[in-house]
């Protein structure tokens, strides 16, 4: 089965630092990569995604890069802020499963 | 537009009492449905998943069971609760899309369950 393993799991940074959270995945036969955030207490929510058929996708101050060879994607946020200070899950998935793999998670700590 | 509705948002049960937690999603029909464990400061454990209705699949072997009694409910139980029961549970959905890939899972608000 597919396993994700997601790094690192704590990231401090400075308030407007740029954070850059990885994920590897094994099975070359997942597709598709949804990114969760989830404030403390809260539901994890999704805050973008990206499919094999493309190599970047960007929303605002968060972009995710996908490296099918390497097996590999990122989530980048850039001039980070306070409210960006959350959890964040990667996942990934192949075609006809409607079971996602979690990574572990990044506890994201932005310091004002 | 779809909502998916959990509850209670809180639980306090004494170890060995029966459980029972509901979850229902509006706006879409068919769909894929999940229950989701999260221990404090750790990942998403999958419990149970369905496709439809009376269709159920156990992901992890544990004294929690899972049931959909209709399309869009899907209900959490067990007879007789422990201690490692305690946690945050999660419902969610998904489209099922054949032909369009994946789909991204949308979670619910979640239930906090303390065993004493």
Redesign the interface.
């Known amino acids: 089965g597919e396993n994700v393993e997601q790094h690192p799991s704590t990231l401090s940074v400075q308030e407007g630092d740029s954070a850059v959270i990885k994920c590897t995945y094994s099975d070359s036969a997942s ?2 990569f ?1 990114w969760y955030k989830q404030e403390l ?6 805050i973008i ?1 990206i ?1 094999s058929n493309v190599g970047e996708k960007k929303d605002q101050r968060i972009a995710v890069t996908l490296n099918k060879t390497a097996k590999h994607f990122s989530l980048h946020i850039t001039e980070t802020q306070p409210e960006d200070s959350a959890v964040y ?1 990667c996942a990934a ?8 793999t ?4 990044t506890s994201l700590i932005v310091h004002p | 537009s779809q909502t998916i509705h959990q509850w209670p948002a809180t639980l306090v049960q004494p170890v060995g009492s029966p459980l029972s937690l509901e979850c229902t999603v509006e706006g879409t029909s068919n769909p ?1 449905l999940y229950w989701y464990r999260q221990a404090a400061g ?3 454990q ?1 419990l149970f ?1 369905s ?1 439809g209705i009376g269709q159920i699949s156990s992901e992890v072997p544990q004294n929690l069971s899972a049931s959909r009694p209709q399309d869009r409910q899907f209900i959490l139980s067990s007879k007789k609760l422990l201690l490692s029961d305690s946690g945050f549970y ?1 419902c969610a959905w ?1 489209v ?1 899309a ?1 032909g369009l ?2 789909q ?7 239930t ?1 369950l303390s065993i004493l």
């Open positions: 597709n598709y949804p207490g809260k539901r994890p929510q999704l995604d499919r899950f998935s192949g075609r006809g499963s409607y079971i996602p979690f990574g572990r998670g | 894929n750790r990942g998403l999958l998943y496709v999660l998904s099922p054949p890939g994946n991204p899972q949308h979670f619910g608000d979640g906090r």
